[in-house]
């Protein structure tokens, strides 16, 4: 079961941006770090931002990402065809029974 | 160069057991937690276990607490997740992925390309 709610899907047009929420609670995003992965079709999964906001090396600038409270945001910017996957948000939940949660995911389509 | 192969999957029957096994190489294998996670087919992702780099600490998803045991043997770089009481909502692909610290924590730094376990009779 999902934790975190992020939107099923965005799109928008070859160089454009998108935005994707990712919503928690005080338990695992209000006090932890985010990561976000990004799932391209037939593969497994990649992380993309670590530590709410950081990038592995190999990422573009064009990916960004904050937190504020208990959401979490990725931006994408200068969108390409390549882009188009499905994207997770994940963190880890402090509360009663804690572990490790992740976003429901948001499919990018690229018009 | 980080790599990780995951290994074990394959059609079981309802209430049987499977041993999924992953092979680490590339890195400090005894440096860092691993975890489990799965992905049943066209569904999103699903944290099962993790593990720290000592063993001492182990947590597991609600839904597999009691059914699965993960394990990883540091001399080996490999990591285990032992399943029973096999039900058909565990048919995914499981992923073993890497940690970015040496207790669980918020982030899977590496994953390997996933096996594919089936419970159905």
């Known amino acids: 079961q999902s934790v975190l709610t992020q939107p099923p899907s965005v799109s928008a047009a070859p160089g454009q941006q998108v935005t994707i929420s990712c919503s928690g609670t005080?338990?695992?995003?209000?006090?932890?770090?985010v990561s976000w992965y990004r799932q391209l079709p037939g593969t497994a999964p990649k992380l993309l931002i670590y530590?709410?906001?950081k990038r592995p090396s190999g990422i573009p600038d064009r990916f960004s990402a904050s937190k504020s409270g208990t959401s979490a945001t990725l931006v994408i910017t200068g969108l390409q065809t390549g882009d188009e996957a499905d994207f997770y948000c994940?963190?880890?939940?402090?509360?009663?029974?804690?572990?490790?949660?992740f976003g429901t995911g948001t499919k990018v389509t690229v018009l | 160069e980080v790599h990780l192969v995951e290994s074990g999957g394959g059609l079981v029957q309802p209430g049987r057991s499977l041993r999924l096994s992953c092979a680490a190489s590339?890195?400090?294998?005894?440096?860092?937690?691993m975890h489990w996670v799965r992905q049943p087919p066209g569904k999103g992702l699903q944290w099962v276990a993790g593990?720290?780099?000592?063993?001492?600490?182990?947590v597991y998803a609600e839904s597999v607490k009691g059914r699965f045991t993960i394990s990883r043997d540091n001399a080996e770089k490999s990591l285990y997740l032992e399943m029973s009481s096999l039900r058909p909502e565990d048919t995914a692909f499981y992923y073993c992925?890497?940690?970015?610290?040496?207790?669980?924590?918020?982030?899977?730094?590496?994953w390997g390309q996933g096996t594919l376990v089936t419970v159905s009779s």
């Open positions: 590339g890195f400090s294998f005894e440096d860092f937690a």
């Open positions: 005080s338990s695992n995003i209000g006090e932890n770090y």
């Open positions: 593990i720290s780099w000592t063993s001492r600490v182990v």
């Open positions: 992925a890497k940690d970015i610290e040496g207790d669980p924590s918020s982030c899977l730094y590496d």
């Open positions: 994940g963190t880890w939940d402090s509360g009663l029974r804690p572990g490790k949660v």
């Open positions: 530590d709410t906001y």
